[in-house]
Structure formats: C-alpha cells, structure tokens
C-alpha cells in the first residue's frame, strides 16, 4: 500500500486558499477549524487522524453553536485507498460536493438551557446558545405546496416528525435518519450534507481519473473513528463519505453511484445501529439493490471490510453520463443501461402504474392531475385507452390519490419490458360518440356510470341527454332550451 504524507499533498496540491482547506497538526487543527467554521465557511479539515479527531472537533463546535454541517475531515488515509487518483482530484471533488451541500440551510434551535462556559458565552452570547440538527430541510416550499395531493415524505417519516403541507419538521421528534428525503418524488427534501448533487460530483469527478469499477462506503459519523484503528485494504478505488445516518443514502444515491461505477457498502457500528429504529429499513433496501451489484446488507464490524472490498465487483461502469440530479427519470435509463430487468426498491426512485381494469373507467381523473403526462388519455380508432409512459413517471403517488374508483395502484418497481413499450396500455374500452354530431366525447363505460348515478340521485331526463353530447352540442342545446323558453313566454 503506497503512504502518502501530508506534506506530499501540500506539495501536490499546491496552493489550497481558494480550497477554504486547512491544513496542519492535529494539535493546531482544532482552533483553526473552529475559528473558520464559526465564521460560517465551509471547510475541508486536511491532515492525518481527521476521521479518529472528527467527534472531538464536531462536540467542540457543538459547544460553540457552530454549525457542524459545514464541517468535512479528510484524512490523509483515503488518499491510500483510491491511488489511482491525483490527490489533487480527490481533494477537489471533496471541495465541489462540499460547496454542493446544503449545511447553510441546516436547521437549528435555540437551547437556553444549554451548558456552555464561560469563555464560550462572553465571545458568542448567542450563537453559543445554538443547536444544529441533522433534520430535512425544504427547498421551493411553493412549488411543494402545489402538489397538494403528495404526501410521500409524511407517510415515510417513522416517527412522525413531519407535519403539513408544505411539511414542517418537529425537531424534538425527528432523529435524522433521512428516509423522508428519499421518499420526495421531487428532490424538495434534502439533508445537509451529501444530496444526490453533491454525491453526483463527486463521483464524477472521480471517474474522469479512472476507468476502474470501485467502492463508496458510506460511515456513520460515530463509527469513522473505528477506521482508523483497522488496517483496511481493498483491490478496487475506495471513496468514503461520512454520514449522520445510513437513511441519509437512499435509493437514489445506491443509483447514482452505480450509474457511475461505484458499488455502495454502509458501515455502521454495531452498537449505532442497534439503537436505531431503521436498521430493517436500511437493509431491505440495500438487498433491493442486489441487480445493481451493491452489497445487501450493512457491515457493522471494521473488521468485516476487508473481506468485504476484496469480494469481485459485478457493478459495470457506464459510458454515457446519466445524471439523477437534473432528471429524475434517468433512473429509467441507468438500470436500463445496467441490464436490470425487474427490481423493487424502498423509495420514490421508479413507479410503476398498475390498474384494475374492471374498476377503471377511463376517465380523466389521474391523467388530468399527472404532473409529468406519465398518464394520458388516447383515442385509437373506436377506442380509448389509458396509456403509461414509464420513462416519464416520478413516482409522485398523485394518480392513486385522485382515482376516485381505488382502481389505480402506484409501485415503486422498475420493469424493463414496460419501459420498453411505447405504449403501456393499462385499461381500454369503447369511445362514446356525441349523439349529435358524432365527436369523440370520453369513454362509454365512464358514461354509463355518471349516467347510473345521475338517475339514482332523481335527475330529470334533459340533464341525463347532455352527458352524450360533445361541450359544443352542449351548447347549442342549452341555447335552443332557452330560446324555446322565450318563444314560449312571448306567446303566452
């Protein structure tokens, strides 16, 4: 295994000012860190034992009511583990996600019953008095709050943190495990560090420096310290990212990583996770990811690594350069181009629409509210049909929650051969014709339902007739009505 040296990277990098990097011995590198990081800049904390010093330096900011999220050790040991890469590469791929992150907007509450001592609070009487959390945070709430019918990221929240629309985080009850985030069909929810975005560039910069299939080890930030104390070897580019929580990685980064060449492995201590509530949730959905090649389970034990980065890699690494961050509906196209033919996950990253046919009528009522016309409605010769378009759908849940006959069903599942079609049709039936002049007006048994309940609620024949015609027979109608009306008046 080659060393490399902290004094090396220097030499390497250069001038690292414009990195907002810090560089030094461990016993300098606290206050620096703190100093700059209570200035609110992000920083890259660059020198040897970075990770086994991170839970000194992060209570030490905590004390402070700085903001840790934007705050990332580098240790100089990961530069061993992916040698095919220029420090230099590594060191800014680290500064692009760190920039991408969202640690600015962290969340955070005054505590006034907080312990902080003396020095503390006479240079910071308040933002000592700060708590930052390692909650969702929400972009474009306007935007959030027009999908009125989405409630995805509520219904994922196992501990009922969420609440409202747009959403509101209670932060005495969310733990920051992240599954809400992953379960957003829209990417409003975002954690403050390592988003789909920032992971993306990371990776990508990392693969334009080799072609090698490789590893991203996501370590809970309590654990990092444990990897400094086992001698870790792999035959394949390692990329580590610390984590608040296994949640903070979902679905959509296990893809995005392998879109990239990258199989995701989870490490966190067995005595974390066994007080986390989401364990069974973590692992259920890395062994959805078994098609991708990522390792379907989460590693608990240092010791366990090894084993487990020497094991052959199935994941290939793509050519084209497909990106989840812009277009969601990549995800179609990255298993597509990996070869997946079937696969279920745990969150919004694919849907797949299925419906009753018996029960649908087709009407408009999901295809009208699709927000991305992954539904629509199509006329064909004396038919009409209910068509799915797979590569358009976000898995948004809105079709299901506005059938208003439960005869449509969304799951987060991926199938090549649907995606294939150009056409999925889900129901079909008969085009009903205007009885007046012949135009297409919507489906007969659509028609023939209204037309049911009409009668049964006591309508009188003349409004049964106007569900038959076309809006401008309906008109015309309603126009002679009244003028019949009038005549009638006039004569009398």
């Known amino acids: 295994m080659v060393v490399v040296t902290t004094k090396e990277i220097i030499e390497q990098i250069g001038s690292l000012n414009a990195y907002t990097l810090i560089y030094s011995t461990e016993d300098e590198m606290e206050d620096a860190i703190i100093a700059s990081v209570s200035k609110d800049l992000p920083v890259i904390g660059l020198y040897p034992k970075a990770w086994e010093h991170y839970p000194i330096v992060r209570r030490e900011l905590e004390k402070r009511g700085a903001n840790i999220y934007l705050y990332h050790p580098l240790d100089t040991m990961e530069f061993n583990y992916i040698p095919e890469v220029d420090p230099r ?60 019918y989405c409630n995805a990221c509520i219904e994922a929240c196992p501990y009922q943190a969420l609440i409202g629309k747009p959403p509101q985080v209670n932060l005495d009850k969310c733990t920051g495990c992240g599954l809400c985030t992953g379960s957003c069909p829209f990417g409003f929810l975002l954690m403050p560090q390592w988003n ?173 509210l699709c927000p991305f016309r992954a539904l629509e409605r199509v006329n064909e010769g004396d038919e009409t049909k209910l068509v799915f378009h797979m590569d358009r759908c976000t898995a948004c849940g809105i079709c299901e929650k506005v059938c208003p006959y439960n005869a449509l069903k969304l799951d987060y599942e991926f199938d090549k051969q649907v995606l294939d079609e150009e056409k999925h049709v889900l129901a079909r039936d008969e085009i009903a014709r205007c009885r007046r002049c012949g135009k297409p007006i919507g489906s007969r048994k659509y028609l023939l339902m209204l037309e049911k309940k009409l009668r049964e609620s006591g309508a009188d024949e003349w409004v049964l007739e106007q569900l038959w015609l076309c809006q401008e027979c309906k008109m015309k109608t309603l126009i002679e009505r009244q003028l019949l009306g009038k005549s009638r008046e006039d004569s009398t």
Not at 277 to 306: C, H, Y
């Open 89 to 148: 590469h590594l060191v800014h791929a680290k500064h692009s996600s760190l920039l991408s992150f969202m640690a600015q907007n962290a969340l955070y509450k005054i505590r006034p019953t907080k312990t902080v001592d003396r020095r503390t609070i006479l240079t910071s009487p308040f933002k000592s008095l700060l708590d930052y959390y390692p909650a969702p945070m929400l972009i474009q709430p306007e935007a959030c709050k027009s999908w009125k």
């Open 196 to 368: 789909i975005e920032s992971m993306t560039y990371l990776l990508s910069i990392i693969r334009r420096q080799t072609d090698k299939p490789g590893y991203l080890i996501g370590a809970c930030n309590d654990s990092l310290p444990e990897l400094t104390r086992v001698n870790i070897e792999t035959l394949y580019p390692t990329i580590f990212v610390n984590i608040e929580c296994p949640g903070w990685l979902s679905d959509y980064h296990i893809l995005a990583a392998a879109s990239k060449g990258f199989s995701t492995v989870v490490y966190c201590s067995e005595e974390r996770i066994g007080k986390c509530g989401g364990r069974e949730v973590f692992e259920a959905r890395l062994r959805n990811m078994e098609p991708l090649g990522a390792i379907p389970r989460i590693i608990t034990q240092s010791t366990e690594l090894t084993e487990v980065l020497n094991r052959p890699l199935t994941v290939k690494v793509l050519e084209e350069d497909y990106s989840i961050t812009k277009e969601k509906t990549d995800a179609y196209k990255i298993l597509s181009s990996l070869g997946v033919e079937r696969a279920k996950f745990n969150d919004a990253v694919v849907g797949l629409v299925k419906v009753d046919e018996e029960k649908c009528p087709v009407c408009d009522s999901c295809s009208n």
